[in-house]
């Protein structure tokens, strides 16, 4: 079993930016598409970013322009770099596979707090 480990969150004001990191042990990370998720408070989890290889990135319509996902197949990180950060963009990420993977697990998340 492989839990993913996030980190990089905290408070931060409007407009400002963050950097998420993920690694996820063992050698399926390299294999797979993987991607960010967010789960706001009340909401279900949903998926803002994924990553195949480099230039093959999808983001949803709420994080398009601002936020960048990114891996390092070299060291099993996934990144992502947010910018220009909105009160609606609390909640806590997750990182994880884009199609559920048997082995991979769910991370404990970490918090990010937009607020003034």
């Known amino acids: 079993q492989v839990q993913p480990v996030e980190s990089g969150g905290g408070l931060v004001q409007p407009g400002g930016s963050l950097r998420l990191s993920c690694v996820v042990s063992g050698s399926l990370f390299s294999i797979y598409a993987m991607g960010w998720y967010r789960q706001a408070p009340g909401k279900q989890r949903e998926l803002v970013a994924r990553?195949?290889?480099?230039?093959?990135?999808n983001y949803a319509d709420s994080v398009k322009g601002r936020f960048t996902i990114s891996r390092d197949n070299a060291k099993n990180t996934l990144y992502l770099q947010m910018t220009s950060l909105k009160p609606e963009d609390t909640g806590v990420y997750f990182c994880?596979?884009?199609?559920?993977?048997?082995?991979?697990?769910w991370g404990q998340g970490t918090q990010v707090t937009v607020s003034s």
């Open positions: 990553i195949r290889s480099g230039t093959n990135t």
């Open positions: 994880n596979t884009v199609v559920s993977v048997p082995g991979i697990n």
